[in-house]
C-alpha cells in the first residue's frame, strides 16, 4: 500500500500581512499532515509564497521599496506564522527562488512544444486584486466604478499583445475527467460549480502579460512575463523537483493527494490546473478541497472592509490550541463559518478545560492518591469496560476513511462524545466507593486512564502541544503516538509510573453583563 502522502496550502500573496483566513487554511493542513503522520505516512507537505505579479509590484511601489525586499519581508511573516501556528510543513516555497522558476520555463516549454500556447492579442477585464481576467457578464458597474461580481474587486480594461493557452481545446477533457474521477473535486457543491462552469464554454486563456515586470520571463520572448497564476500553481511540482520525474520526491510525492484551497480560487485550482497537467501530460493531482469562508460579522475579512482579525492577537490571548481547536471544531469544514470571541471562549471552557483537561487531572489525581502514583497492575475488565474500549477498536476502520473523506467534523465529533463518555463512565463508576474492592478500582482507573491516551492521541492532530502535555502523565513522547494503537485496550505498561499535570487549560472568566 502507498504510504505517502502529500498536501499542499495555497501559496499566499505577501501583498499583506497574514489574517485569520491564511491562517485556516494552513491549521487544516496541518491538520491532515498530522493525522497521517500518526498514521504511519511519510508526510510531505508544502506551504509557500506567491510573489509575483501586478499586484505585488504595486504594494512594493506604494511602499516605495525594491519589490524583492518588499517579498523577502512580507514573505518572512508567513514563515514565522508557520512557527507560530505550530505547523509541521516539509517545505516553503517562494514563487521568486531559482528551482522555482526554472521549473515554470520548463512547463512553459512542454505546454508550447504541445502546440498549447500562441502568440495573439487580449483585450479585456483584468482585476489586479484577484490577478484574474473576466468576461463582460462578470463585471458590474457600481457607482461608476467596473468591479467583478463575484469578488468585488475592481477591474481594468487592459488591450496587450499576449500569449494564449488553448484553454478551449481541454473542455471535454476536462469534461471527462471529472466524471472518470467523481472526488477529485470535493466538495460536491463545488465540483457541480466547476462542471457547470466548464459545460458553459471555456475559451482560451491569457498566459503572458506585457505592460509590467515583475514575473518570469517567457522562454525566447523577455518582452513578456508569465501569467502569475500559472506561475503560482506550478509550485506543487516545482517544489518536487520536477522537471526531474526521476528525482526521489517527485516520485515519492506526484500526484497530490490534497491540493487545500480556499472556494474563491476553486477555478484556478480545478480548471486552470488539470487542463496546463494534461497539456503537458503530467498527472493529475487526487483531490483539490475547497474549504469555505471564515467570516468576522458574517462577511469576508478583507482588507478594504476594515474587518481583518489578526490571529496573532487570538493567539496572544488565549494561547495556540485553543484557536486552532475552534477553527477546526466550529467552522463546518467545507462551509463558511463566521467566528467569534464569544464562541471560542465557550469553545475553551466546555471542551477544552470542562471536558478534556477536567478528566485528565481528576483521573490523575484519582490515580496519584489511590494506586501509589503507578499504572494499576491488577486489573480485570468487564463488560462495562469493554463496552467502552471496544469503541475505539471498532470505529479506526470509520475514522480513517471519513478523514479519507475530508470529514474533518465527524473526527472531532467523535473526539467529543468520546469525553462525554469518558467523564460519564468515570463517574457512573465511582471508583472513590470501591476502595474495599481494589482490583474493580485499579481497572476503573486503568480504564479511564487508557481512555485518555487513546483520546489524547486523537487530539494530537488538533491540539498538538496539549494533547502532549497530557501524555506527559504516561512519560509518552510524540514520536510514539500512533493512530492504530487507540485499538490496544492495555497499551499502558502496568506498573509503570503516572506523572502529575499543569492545568491544561484556564478556564476563562466570562463576563455576563
Ligand atoms: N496566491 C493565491 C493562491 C495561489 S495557489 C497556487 C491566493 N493567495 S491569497 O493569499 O489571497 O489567499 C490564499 C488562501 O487564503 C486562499 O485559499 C483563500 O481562499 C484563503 N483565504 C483568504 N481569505 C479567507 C477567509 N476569509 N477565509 C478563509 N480562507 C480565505 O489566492
Same mark, same amino acid.
Given at each position: 500500500?502507498?504510504?505517502?502522502?502529500?498536501?499542499?496550502?495555497?501559496?499566499?500573496?505577501?501583498?499583506?500581512?497574514?489574517?485569520?483566513?491564511?491562517?485556516?487554511?494552513?491549521?487544516?493542513?496541518?491538520?491532515?499532515?498530522?493525522?497521517?503522520?500518526? #498514521?504511519?505516512? /511519510?508526510?510531505?507537505? %508544502? &506551504?509557500? $509564497? !506567491?510573489?509575483?505579479?501586478?499586484?505585488?509590484? +504595486?504594494?512594493? =511601489?506604494?511602499?516605495?521599496?525594491?519589490?524583492?525586499?518588499?517579498?523577502?519581508?512580507?514573505?518572512?511573516?508567513?514563515? #514565522?506564522?508557520? /512557527?507560530?501556528?505550530? %505547523? &509541521?510543513? $516539509? !517545505?516553503?516555497?517562494?514563487?521568486?527562488?531559482? +528551482?522555482?522558476? =526554472?521549473?515554470?520555463?520548463?512547463?512553459?516549454?512542454?505546454?508550447?512544444?504541445?502546440?498549447?500556447?500562441?502568440?495573439?492579442?487580449?483585450?479585456?477585464?483584468?482585476?489586479?486584486?484577484?490577478?484574474?481576467?473576466?468576461?463582460?457578464?462578470?463585471?458590474?458597474?457600481?457607482?461608476?466604478?467596473?468591479?467583478?461580481?463575484?469578488?468585488?474587486?475592481?477591474?481594468?480594461?487592459?488591450?496587450?499583445?499576449?500569449?494564449?493557452?488553448?484553454?478551449?481545446?481541454?473542455?471535454?477533457?476536462?469534461?471527462?475527467?471529472?466524471?472518470?474521477?467523481?472526488?477529485?473535486?470535493?466538495?460536491?457543491?463545488?465540483?457541480?460549480?466547476?462542471?457547470?462552469?466548464?459545460?458553459?464554454?471555456?475559451?482560451?486563456?491569457?498566459?503572458?502579460?506585457?505592460?509590467?515586470?515583475?514575473?518570469?520571463?517567457?522562454?525566447?520572448?523577455?518582452?513578456?512575463?508569465?501569467?502569475?497564476?500559472?506561475?503560482?500553481?506550478?509550485?506543487?511540482?516545482?517544489?518536487?523537483?520536477?522537471?526531474?520525474?526521476?528525482?526521489?520526491?517527485?516520485?515519492?510525492?506526484?500526484?497530490?493527494?490534497?491540493?487545500?484551497?480556499?472556494?474563491?480560487?476553486?477555478?484556478?485550482?480545478?480548471?486552470?490546473?488539470?487542463?496546463?497537467?494534461?497539456?503537458?501530460?503530467?498527472?493529475?493531482?487526487?483531490?483539490?478541497?475547497?474549504?469555505?469562508?471564515?467570516?468576522?460579522?458574517?462577511?469576508?475579512?478583507?482588507?478594504?472592509?476594515?474587518?481583518?482579525?489578526?490571529?496573532?492577537?487570538?493567539?496572544?490571548?488565549?494561547?495556540?490550541?485553543?484557536?486552532?481547536?475552534?477553527?477546526?471544531?466550529?467552522?463546518?469544514?467545507?462551509?463558511?463559518?463566521?467566528?467569534?470571541?464569544?464562541?471560542?471562549?465557550?469553545?475553551?471552557?466546555?471542551?477544552?478545560?470542562?471536558?478534556?483537561?477536567?478528566?485528565?487531572?481528576?483521573?490523575?489525581?484519582?490515580?496519584?492518591?489511590?494506586?501509589?502514583?503507578?499504572?494499576?497492575?491488577?486489573?480485570?475488565?468487564?463488560?462495562?469496560?469493554?463496552?467502552?474500549?471496544?469503541?475505539?477498536?471498532?470505529?479506526?476502520?470509520?475514522?480513517?476513511?471519513?478523514?479519507?473523506?475530508?470529514?474533518?467534523?465527524?473526527?472531532?465529533?467523535?473526539?467529543?462524545?468520546?469525553?462525554?463518555?469518558?467523564?460519564?463512565?468515570?463517574?457512573?463508576?465511582?471508583?472513590?466507593?470501591?476502595?474495599?474492592?481494589?482490583?474493580?478500582?485499579?481497572?476503573?482507573?486503568?480504564?479511564?486512564?487508557?481512555?485518555?491516551?487513546?483520546?489524547?492521541?486523537?487530539?494530537?492532530?488538533?491540539?498538538?502541544?496539549?494533547?502532549?502535555?497530557?501524555?506527559?502523565?504516561?512519560?509518552?513522547?510524540?514520536?510514539?503516538?500512533?493512530?492504530?494503537?487507540?485499538?490496544?485496550?492495555?497499551?499502558?505498561?502496568?506498573?509503570?509510573?503516572?506523572?502529575?499535570?499543569?492545568?491544561?487549560?484556564?478556564?476563562?472568566?466570562?463576563?455576563?453583563?
Amino acid at each position: 500500500m502507498d504510504k505517502n502522502f502529500y498536501i499542499t496550502t495555497p501559496i499566499y500573496y505577501p501583498s499583506a500581512k497574514p489574517h485569520m483566513g491564511h491562517a485556516y487554511s494552513s491549521i487544516i493542513a496541518d491538520f491532515f499532515a498530522r493525522f497521517k503522520r500518526i #498514521d504511519g505516512y /511519510k508526510v510531505h507537505f %508544502l &506551504t509557500g $509564497t !506567491d510573489e509575483h505579479g501586478l499586484k505585488i509590484q +504595486r504594494s512594493a =511601489e506604494k511602499k516605495g521599496i525594491d519589490t524583492l525586499e518588499f517579498c523577502n519581508e512580507i514573505s518572512q511573516t508567513f514563515r #514565522d506564522l508557520s /512557527k507560530t501556528l505550530n %505547523l &509541521t510543513n $516539509t !517545505d516553503f516555497i517562494r514563487t521568486t527562488e531559482k +528551482r522555482h522558476q =526554472e521549473s515554470v520555463q520548463y512547463l512553459w516549454k512542454e505546454l508550447e512544444k504541445n502546440d498549447d500556447i500562441y502568440l495573439s492579442k487580449y483585450s479585456g477585464w483584468y482585476s489586479v486584486s484577484d490577478e484574474a481576467f473576466y468576461n463582460e457578464d462578470e463585471i458590474e458597474e457600481i457607482d461608476g466604478k467596473k468591479i467583478a461580481v463575484l469578488s468585488k474587486s475592481s477591474v481594468e480594461w487592459i488591450e496587450e499583445e499576449s500569449y494564449f493557452f488553448r484553454l478551449s481545446k481541454w473542455q471535454q477533457p476536462l469534461l471527462d475527467y471529472y466524471k472518470n474521477n467523481p472526488d477529485f473535486i470535493s466538495p460536491e457543491s463545488r465540483k457541480n460549480e466547476v462542471v457547470s462552469f466548464v459545460k458553459g464554454g471555456l475559451k482560451d486563456l491569457s498566459v503572458s502579460r506585457k505592460t509590467f515586470s515583475w514575473g518570469i520571463k517567457v522562454p525566447d520572448n523577455n518582452e513578456h512575463i508569465i501569467y502569475v497564476w500559472l506561475d503560482a500553481l506550478t509550485n506543487y511540482i516545482s517544489a518536487l523537483n520536477y522537471p526531474n520525474k526521476e528525482d526521489k520526491l517527485y516520485k515519492e510525492f506526484w500526484p497530490a493527494n490534497i491540493h487545500l484551497i480556499g472556494k474563491d480560487i476553486l477555478r484556478f485550482h480545478a480548471v486552470y490546473w488539470p487542463a496546463f497537467l494534461l497539456a503537458a501530460k503530467i498527472e493529475l493531482p487526487k483531490k483539490i478541497y475547497s474549504h469555505g469562508w471564515i467570516l468576522s460579522d458574517n462577511e469576508k475579512m478583507s482588507k478594504s472592509k476594515g474587518n481583518i482579525l489578526d490571529p496573532l492577537e487570538i493567539i496572544n490571548q488565549y494561547g495556540l490550541d485553543p484557536l486552532r481547536y475552534y477553527l477546526i471544531k466550529e467552522v463546518s469544514f467545507g462551509n463558511d463559518g463566521n467566528i467569534s470571541q464569544e464562541r471560542l471562549e465557550d469553545c475553551i471552557n466546555s471542551d477544552l478545560a470542562n471536558n478534556f483537561g477536567n478528566l485528565c487531572q481528576r483521573v490523575t489525581a484519582f490515580a496519584i492518591k489511590n494506586c501509589n502514583s503507578k499504572i494499576p497492575n491488577d486489573i480485570k475488565f468487564n463488560d462495562e469496560d469493554f463496552i467502552i474500549l471496544n469503541k475505539y477498536k471498532d470505529n479506526l476502520t470509520t475514522i480513517r476513511d471519513k478523514i479519507d473523506d475530508q470529514n474533518i467534523n465527524f473526527y472531532i465529533d467523535y473526539i467529543v462524545k468520546s469525553l462525554f463518555e469518558a467523564n460519564k463512565y468515570f463517574n457512573d463508576q465511582e471508583p472513590w466507593k470501591k476502595k474495599d474492592d481494589q482490583v474493580r478500582l485499579n481497572t476503573i482507573v486503568y480504564t479511564t486512564l487508557e481512555i485518555v491516551r487513546k483520546i489524547s492521541f486523537m487530539l494530537f492532530p488538533i491540539i498538538p502541544e496539549s494533547s502532549l502535555k497530557a501524555l506527559k502523565i504516561f512519560n509518552i513522547k510524540e514520536n510514539q503516538i500512533e493512530l492504530s494503537s487507540i485499538q490496544n485496550h492495555k497499551y499502558l505498561e502496568e506498573g509503570s509510573s503516572i506523572n502529575k499535570i499543569d492545568i491544561l487549560f484556564k478556564k476563562i472568566e466570562k463576563n455576563n453583563d
